[in-house]
């Protein structure tokens, strides 16, 4: 619920800040009704149409299934809450085909920036549960979860960085970019960030996941999920850089 909210309210602030660019009057400019109402027959207003349906329909999905979760449901809930809120996913990740750098490529890119957003929103959006999970008592169960989630990771960071190679191929003009333009300078801290979240992904599964019984404690695996949390942050501040202050030479 909570992160549908903010996600709205990002969505609706944004589209005020683009009217107010587009006037170049500064913050009155973000309050010409005249010109908001413009826009939104524009591709801006169709993006901001779709992710504001997304997370509303989250939020309101969320509403409904916390008020049903005090029961403790079968998992069948869980199965349907997850395909509600796939839907309300598919609406944001579609959003991004339609402005920005991947709009004017091919439909090749654009499919490939749905399934990376996917990937990394499974990956990232798992972390924090799977951080509440550590404080379990349980530590065979916990174990045998993390094992879970690591054998599941491993297909999901395949689609990421393919799909994500897939996109930057179509992005850059040519290699030489990445290294000489502020985009590519960009690209490349990012790359190394998910560099970073990978190595300690692959300390979690090979090394911490496996002790947790041994040493009767999931406190180090707790302390390296919290430094995967920050990575990954990090990881999407790079991200938006990329997307919104700088471009590709060729865009």
């Known amino acids: 619920m909570l992160g549908a909210f903010l996600g709205f309210l990002g969505t609706f602030v944004n589209y005020f800040v ?3 660019l587009i006037n170049a009057r500064g913050l009155t400019g973000m309050f010409d009704w005249d010109m908001a109402s413009l ?3 524009t591709q801006l207003g169709e993006v901001t149409y779709m992710r504001l349906t997304g997370f509303i329909l989250a939020f309101i999905s969320s509403l409904i299934f916390f008020r049903k979760a005090v029961r403790l449901p079968q998992q069948s809930f869980y199965r349907l809450l997850l395909g509600v809120h796939g839907i309300a996913f598919l ?7 339609k402005a920005g750098h991947i709009s004017v490529l091919t439909g090749i890119a654009r499919t490939a ?11 990232i959006g798992s972390l924090f549960p799977l951080l509440l999970l550590t404080n379990s008592t349980e530590l065979n169960l916990l174990k045998k979860l993390m094992q879970q989630f690591g054998d599941n990771a491993l297909g999901i960071v395949i689609i990421l960085a393919g799909m994500g190679a897939l996109m930057l ?3 850059l003009d040519n290699p030489a970019e990445l290294y000489t333009t502020p985009y590519g300078w960009v690209f490349l801290l990012k790359l190394f960030l998910v560099l970073v979240t990978l190595s300690v992904a692959a300390i979690n599964k090979l090394v911490l996941v496996p ?15 919290r430094v995967e949390m920050v990575a990954v942050t990090l990881v999407l501040i790079a991200t938006s850089y990329l997307s919104t202050i700088v471009g590709p030479a060729g865009h």
């Open 91 to 97: 609406f944001v990740a579609f959003s991004f085909t």
């Open 39 to 41: 826009l939104l027959e």
């Open 18 to 20: 683009q009217v107010g």
């Open 169 to 171: 191929l179509e992005l």
């Open 211 to 225: 002790a947790i019984v041994k040493n009767a404690s999931a406190l180090r695996l707790r302390r390296s999920i």
């Open 113 to 123: 920036v749905v399934f990376h957003l996917y990937a990394f929103s499974a990956w």
